[in-house]
Each structure stands twice: as structure tokens, then as C-alpha cells.
């Protein structure tokens, strides 16, 4: 089985340009997550989906920060404008109901100079 | 709000030596515990589990119990392999799927060193 895949694994932004980050959950899960890393704050959530629809949108992140599931199968996160302090890692991951275990891509490094 | 501490940032040990990692939460309901590990450049992957019958899950040689009553979950191993070195995080997650599906709340996370 594939597990989450998560493209670019890195990428370079300038300050005010708009970047979109994707991910593929494993087949057949019914909640997505995206999450950003850090080594101050650890995971913090950005978004949730369960069934395509959004559940939960990170309070603090609402402004820039918009993650779509255009389908089952794939999800986007799209920062705009970026700005420095976005420079993190982008993690998503996926889960199925029944199962507490969630999936974690490897991630894409984002770098706003 | 529910949330997890991890008071440790930084772990470092010498190899052979025993690990333990603490993890502590504040959650108003009784939620499943977690460890995810990630090592350098991969995906954080599950380590352990909570039981709801309160057996002690292993994995790895590393081993967690659940205590209820002071609401920790420390992760330890008897003897650290310079391959443990990690990033570990403990995380909870309601057990209700109905109320937040399978949604982590993770901790700063603790890394951990050994060296030879």
C-alpha cells in the first residue's frame, strides 16, 4: 500500500508569493490532516477534513492559510500571501474511522526568504 | 483545552544506558495516548498505543504505561541503541471518533541522542 505522499518535498518562496503544497492520503481514509512543524511550537493542527468536509480550521492560521480536499484522494494547501515566519515543514496525514492510528507524509520544507 | 507535555527538548544518552521520556496531559475526557517517532528526514511513524484495558503496550523494546491517576504516559526502554536516536512525540486523541475523528494533540516533542 501506498502510504501519504506529499509533493514538493522542498520549496523556496519569496516573501508575498503564493505557494500550494499537495497531498495524496492513503486509499480508502476518511480524515485528513495537515499540520506544520517546528521546533518551537512542535505539530501544531492547520486543518481537518473528515469525508472531504471540513472540520476543523486552525484558528491562528485562518487568514493565509487555505487547505481544500478537491476529492477523496487529494488535498491542497495554498499560503497567501507567505511571509518568513511560515518557513516550517508542512506534514499531512490521514486516517480511517476505526482505526486511531493516523499516517503521516514525510512532508514538504517550505523556506520564505 | 486538552494538551500534552513534554518537558524534555533535548535527551542525550549514552548508549546501553535506559531511556525515559515523559509525557503528561490534561484532557476532559479519557482519551487514547500515543508515541510517534520520526527520525531524520522521514514521516513521524506510530510507536505505541494506549490499551483500553490497560495492558502495557511494547514496541521496539520500548514500553509505555498509561496512568490515569497523575495522566502520564512516560516512554521507556531498559537499554538505548544508537539507532533510537529520534524525535519522539506523545499525542492524544479523543476516543469518541464521532466528536473529533482521530484528530491528534501532539507535544513540543523530545529529542532524543544517544552517542557511543
Known amino acids: 500500500d501506498a502510504g501519504v505522499t506529499q509533493t514538493p518535498r522542498h520549496e523556496v518562496a519569496e516573501k508575498g508569493q503564493t505557494i500550494i503544497l499537495k497531498c495524496e492520503p492513503v486509499?480508502?481514509?476518511?480524515?485528513l490532516f495537515w499540520y506544520r512543524q517546528t521546533k518551537i511550537q512542535g505539530l501544531e493542527l492547520l486543518s481537518y477534513f473528515r469525508s472531504k468536509s471540513l472540520m476543523e480550521d486552525g484558528g491562528a492560521f485562518k487568514d493565509r492559510f487555505k487547505a481544500e480536499m478537491l476529492n477523496s484522494s487529494f488535498s491542497t494547501l495554498k499560503i497567501q500571501p507567505t511571509e518568513p515566519k511560515d518557513s516550517a515543514v508542512y506534514l499531512c496525514?490521514?486516517?480511517?474511522?476505526?482505526?486511531?492510528?493516523?499516517?503521516f507524509g514525510k512532508g514538504t520544507r517550505l523556506t520564505v526568504v | 483545552g486538552d494538551s500534552v507535555t513534554q518537558t524534555e527538548g533535548l535527551v542525550t544518552l549514552t548508549e546501553g544506558l535506559p531511556v525515559m521520556l515523559n509525557c503528561t496531559y490534561q484532557?476532559?475526557?479519557?482519551?487514547?495516548l500515543f508515541w510517534y517517532v520520526q527520525h531524520l528526514n522521514e514521516a513521524p511513524k506510530l510507536l505505541l498505543k494506549s490499551f483500553t484495558d490497560n495492558k502495557r503496550p511494547e514496541h521496539q523494546g520500548f514500553h509505555a504505561t498509561l496512568h490515569k491517576s497523575s495522566s502520564s504516559f512516560h516512554l521507556q526502554k531498559s537499554s538505548a541503541q544508537l539507532s533510537d536516536s529520534a524525535l519522539y512525540y506523545c499525542a492524544l486523541s479523543d476516543r469518541n471518533y464521532g466528536s473529533s475523528g482521530n484528530k491528534l494533540i501532539f507535544g513540543i516533542g523530545t529529542l532524543l541522542s544517544v552517542k557511543p
Open positions: 484532557s476532559t475526557y479519557s482519551p487514547f
Open positions: 486509499s480508502g481514509h476518511n480524515d
Open positions: 496525514a490521514s486516517s480511517s474511522r476505526g482505526r486511531p492510528e493516523v499516517f
